[in-house]
């Protein structure tokens, strides 16, 4: 449990990273950027 | 300060090694941040009055003092052990963040240099050898794997640093998009909620300044803290003479690019492996430096592509450095490090010999992969060589090693973009189309890389001469 808490801790900035880098490629696939809601 | 100390840190039987890779990556994706310093190019040149050129200059003090402080600290981070090392690190690079936003209060460009260059790149150096030598032990079954995680946290420093200031600059301006009437994102919503009660005092503290830089880089020397603290208040050594169930170094290093024996630092550097490793990663950082520093110029100079979709290249290659760095390390478990670091150099070369091909069939496609495969080489060269030199001097200061020969990206660094950049130019100013202008530069990367390949074909184990007697071995 605590491992797994641990990993959680450190794994969600670096996943919150990826995700604003693939919103960043996405005109590169020709779909339009950050949809602003 | 017992609680610091290298005996404090080691490990009570039944401790799960799973809990160390973290602790690393916390510290690792802190100082990663290093790679999006260019977000605060133009708020900074804003501030004071400088041009970007010269606010870059913090950068490069950085990335030098990093492969300095690595090497002359080395011995000292193995003596002290990763607890001790990571909270020096963390107090190095917070204050250098807090130092240069008094440098953005004060408006004096050289505090900025000087506390985000030379006070954080300490913090920097210390905090990238900190965790290797101590991840090394812990899987001396999976080297690879081990150190690739950790060095794939740097990678994913850049991937945080760069949206996380950006964010927060926007939310101590005050919501230029509230004035224009557009609703804010989720991140922008996020952001409000956790840094908001921040934003009164910040901004009073602040006052004088309006870029929002200042509190950002307030609130990131908060942010990262934690962080950094949080790795080394969790990391743990493992206890003289422990290895894996089931793990037998004698049976790992059969086929004899693997010892068991121990190479102290000051005799490693005497040797002629580690001056070719020390080129092996010379040559792979410069080489991918040559995409990764123009991804976006590059992109749009050779397919005529708008600005959002070069930066979405530039996205997307972010992405491939990163996870280059597990997989790439990760594979050298299997297969080797000098079989990896051939693929790195023979595909890396090809691949770079392509790219001019899919310029002039204006294949966007393929240019999108061949360069996504180069870059995630060039972040698994950076990912792999702590297990390289783990196979070739032993565990036993195997992260002093290491920081010695993280000079070779310092260098690369430096020298790397000057060469590639001087020779683009000089084939524009000859009159070459800038569509064209970089194939030459591919060309001088495979040249570079076949440089690397030769270095790494000669690399040998040490000659038992370089043996330390009576140390702890692998």
Redesign the interface.
């Known amino acids: 449990m605590?491992?797994v808490l641990?990993?959680i801790?450190?794994?969600t900035?670096?996943l919150?990273?990826?995700t604003?880098?693939?919103?960043?490629?996405?005109?590169?696939?020709g779909v339009e950027?950050?949809v602003?809601? | 300060m017992s609680f610091l100390s290298r005996e404090a840190t080691v490990a009570k039987p039944g401790f799960s090694r799973w809990l160390v890779p973290p602790a690393a990556v916390a510290v690792h994706m802190c100082i990663g941040q290093v790679y999006a310093f260019s977000v605060f190019n133009k708020p900074l040149s804003a501030e004071l009055g400088a041009t970007v050129s010269q606010v870059n200059v913090a950068y490069m003090i950085a990335l030098v003092m990093l492969g300095l402080s690595a090497a002359t600290f080395g011995k000292w981070v193995e003596r002290s052990g990763p607890r001790k090392t990571m909270l020096v690190s963390c107090c190095c690079f917070c204050g250098g963040l807090l130092l240069a936003a008094l440098g953005v209060k004060l408006k004096m460009l050289g505090l900025i240099w000087f506390g985000y260059g030379f006070v954080g790149g300490i913090g920097l150096g210390l905090g990238y050898i900190a965790p290797v030598s101590t991840l090394v032990k812990w899987f001396p079954d999976r080297p690879g794997m081990a150190t690739g995680m950790a060095i794939m946290g740097f990678g994913g420093g850049a991937l945080i640093g760069s949206p996380l200031a950006q964010e927060l600059m926007k939310l101590f301006t005050a919501g230029a998009d509230a004035a224009a009437g557009m609703a804010p994102t989720f991140d922008q919503r996020l952001f409000a909620n956790l840094i908001g009660p921040l934003k009164e005092p910040l901004n009073a503290l602040a006052a004088g300044t309006n870029t929002g830089a200042m509190q950002a880089l307030i609130t990131m020397a908060a942010i990262y803290a934690c962080f950094m603290l949080f790795g080394a208040f969790i990391v743990r050594v493992p206890a003289p003479g422990w290895k894996p169930a089931g793990y037998e170094p004698k049976a790992a290093a059969a086929h004899g690019m693997i010892t068991t024996a121990s190479v102290s630092v000051d005799t490693a550097w005497k040797t002629p492996q580690f001056w070719l490793l020390w080129t092996v990663l010379c040559m792979n950082v410069s080489a991918g430096i040559g995409v990764l520093g123009r991804a976006a110029d590059m992109c749009m100079d050779m397919f005529g592509v708008s600005v959002a979709i070069g930066a979405g290249f530039t996205g997307l290659l972010s992405i491939f450095n990163m996870g280059g760095r597990f997989v790439w390390s990760s594979t050298s478990d299997l297969i080797g490090r000098k079989a990896v670091y051939c693929i790195y150099f023979i595909l890396g070369a090809a691949l770079y010999a392509i790219l001019p091909y899919t310029q002039e069939t204006q294949n966007r496609t393929l240019f999108v992969i061949c360069t996504a495969l180069i870059i995630s080489m060039y972040g698994g060269g950076f990912a792999t060589i702590p297990a390289y030199l783990k196979d070739m001097f032993g565990t036993y200061q195997v992260g002093a090693i290491h920081g010695r020969l993280i000079t070779a990206w310092s260098m690369a660094a430096v020298i790397g973009p000057s060469l590639i950049n001087g020779f683009y130019d000089s084939r524009v100013a000859a009159g070459v189309p800038k569509a064209q202008a970089y194939n030459g530069t591919f060309y001088l990367m495979c040249g570079l890389l076949g440089v690397g390949l030769i270095a790494n074909l000669l690399v040998r184990p040490v000659d038992a001469k370089y043996h330390v007697k009576d140390t702890p071995s692998a």
């Open positions: 605590k491992a641990i990993w801790i450190v794994s900035p670096l919150w990273g990826v604003q880098s693939v919103k960043k490629s996405l005109p590169l696939f950027a950050v602003k809601k």
